[in-house]
């Protein structure tokens, strides 16, 4: 694949800080974008309020627009940039976030890359729950587990060297989900959107791999029927990998 400027724009910074952060990639959407969240997350009994962190699984799944997300030019644009042109996608979740968490990675990913991409749908800054990034820590091979910054550095998890965007509903986050990030000072119920992508696998490692942490795709038939030949590209190889033994 020959990639565009913008695209070896991203990939320099994705491979050296383990994050980009784009805005607006769905600014123009952002009003829809929140209803239908919200609408499959009640769908789902999820209560749109309270104290408690509380989410779902499968919510792009649950309805036919919020499925051509994952066609947006400019996403694909970008994740083509950092795992090549037929990355897999992998699914997806809306969970209402409350306080503050803990530092870590998502895991420990050294063969298949994957990719988290997430959408606040909220305006926020880093005082009051934006998400916190520790830019090339992707490189470190952290254990995928929380860490205990007090314990380990003597400092505070406020006190975490990282960096923070502010962000307005539509902008998105990309990074790899060996990179550790956190959110603080937020309050309840920020309204938070995550996408799963992974590189294709091409060898026997990284199908052994790849099989090994991804079970099985959760698309829906509305995700299936509506899908185009450029969408499947991106869901063929997990559903295929799911009917092998």
Known sequence: MELTQAQRHHQRLFEDFGYLHIPGVFADDADWIIEEYER?????????????????????????????????????EALSAIMGDDFNYLGSSGELMVGDGMWHPDGRFPIVRFVKVILYLDHLTQDTGALRLVPGSHLQNWPGENIDTQTRWGISDHEMPCVSRPNAPGDVVLFNQNTLHNSLNGGNARRLLVMGFASSCHSEEEISDFKGRYASPQYSDIMLETAGPERMRHLRQPLELSTQK
């Open 40 to 76: 499959v997350l009640q769908d789902n009994d999820v209560p749109l309020q309270g104290t408690e962190r509380r989410g779902c699984s499968n919510v792009i799944e649950g309805s036919a627009r919020l499925c051509t997300m994952i066609d947006n030019p400019v996403l694909v």
